[in-house]
């Protein structure tokens, strides 16, 4: 508007100013309550999202503090199976959590178990073997030097028996105690004696088995049985009578003496061939010692030719009981597998 206009029309043109001035004030009006409708609305939702997350907070504080009062009032017995760790308030899940984890400790466990109780039975026989050699083998290397002591005393008292006596009965003492109770046959001593040296035998057998049944079992003695008790009774009757006391003893005892089998039966002699038997004896980690005369004339001092001495007298001792040829060559190879000839004592030994 030029000058002129602005002189001659002074009030319209204030009024048009006035119309523009309101005119922008009321644009700037709108921006700013536009403006400030978005901050309204932009902060209502902040302060509806505080609020959210206060309740959740609280919510939360509710539930752990809800869940906190529920563990205390558990006994002191509950809680610690239920909450391992005091120091700290444990949520459902991580007890959860903690199950679930014994229980796969436990799984483990078992199945390790299982697989070791399956080792064991399929190597029980290995096992055992081992551990029964393993016991043997200490158990000798222990009581060996015991077997030579005790042997040394023996030859003291018995000072007319041979070198090849003691020889004898040792190696037939040893072979039953290295491999005791694995032993597969018996320890099997033919003791031949003549005039005189009756006494002299059975008190040295009788010694030998003592001393073998006080290093197995030093609360059993050892077991003896005196054929010649039994003249009186028939053939059938004895034979009966000696299976008998042969079971009863060597099931109790792990040293026998038989004493004067030439005082026996035919049939009561023929017994012996199964307890002798090297393959299938019924009791095999056994020493059992039978003493037999053998004539008037006294024995080879020397021992040079007791093999056979011992199985001439045995022979002729069969022969006299009517035993078959056959049978007597198979019970001498059992029974004088290991013979002795006992020389008679100046003193009485026992």
Not at 4 to 17: A, G, V
Not at 70 to 75: I, K, L, P, R
Not at 98 to 114: G, M, N
Not at 234 to 250: E, I, P, V
């Amino acid at each position: 508007m030029s000058n002129r206009k602005r002189r001659l029309y002074p009030s319209l043109t204030r009024e048009f100013m006035n119309h523009a001035v309101n005119s922008d004030r009321s644009d700037s009006d709108d921006s700013i309550d536009s403006s400030s409708s978005l901050s309204c609305l932009a902060e209502k939702h902040n302060c509806r999202s505080i609020n959210d997350g206060r309740r959740h907070r609280s919510s939360s504080r509710h539930c752990r503090s809800r869940e906190h009062s529920t563990s205390e009032s558990f006994s002191g017995e509950e809680t610690s199976r239920l909450v391992p760790d005091r120091s700290r308030t444990v949520s459902c899940a991580d007890y959860l959590d903690l199950v679930r984890f014994d229980q796969h400790w436990i799984v483990t466990a078992v199945c390790l178990c299982v697989f070791g109780g399956l080792v064991l039975i399929a190597c029980r026989g290995y096992i055992l073997n081992y551990a029964v050699r393993l016991w043997t083998e200490q158990r000798y290397s222990y009581s060996g030097q015991k077997i030579n002591d005790r042997f040394l005393e023996l030859q003291s008292r018995f000072p007319a028996q041979t070198a090849r006596t003691w020889s004898v009965l040792k190696v037939a003492v040893k072979a039953m105690l290295r491999d005791y109770p694995l032993c597969r046959q018996p320890s099997v001593v033919l003791a031949i004696y003549g005039d005189g040296a009756r006494r002299t035998s059975y008190c040295l057998t009788l010694e030998v088995a003592e001393m073998v049944s006080d290093l197995v079992y030093p609360r059993l003695p050892a077991s003896t049985i005196n054929c010649s008790q039994y003249d009186h009774l028939s053939a059938s009757t004895l034979r009966l009578l000696l299976d008998k006391r042969l079971k009863a003893a060597l099931t109790s005892s792990s040293a026998v003496v038989i004493e004067d089998i030439a005082n026996l039966t035919g049939d009561a002699i023929r017994i012996l061939h199964p307890y002798c038997d090297t393959n299938d004896a019924p009791f095999k980690p056994r020493l059992i010692i039978m003493t037999c005369f053998c004539g008037q004339a006294p024995l080879d001092t020397e021992n040079m030719e007791v093999d056979r001495e011992a199985d001439e007298c045995l022979e002729a001792l069969c022969a006299s009981k009517l035993i078959a040829k056959d049978i007597t060559m198979a019970l001498i190879s059992r029974i004088s597998s290991n013979a002795i000839n006992v020389v008679a004592e100046a003193t009485d030994p026992c």
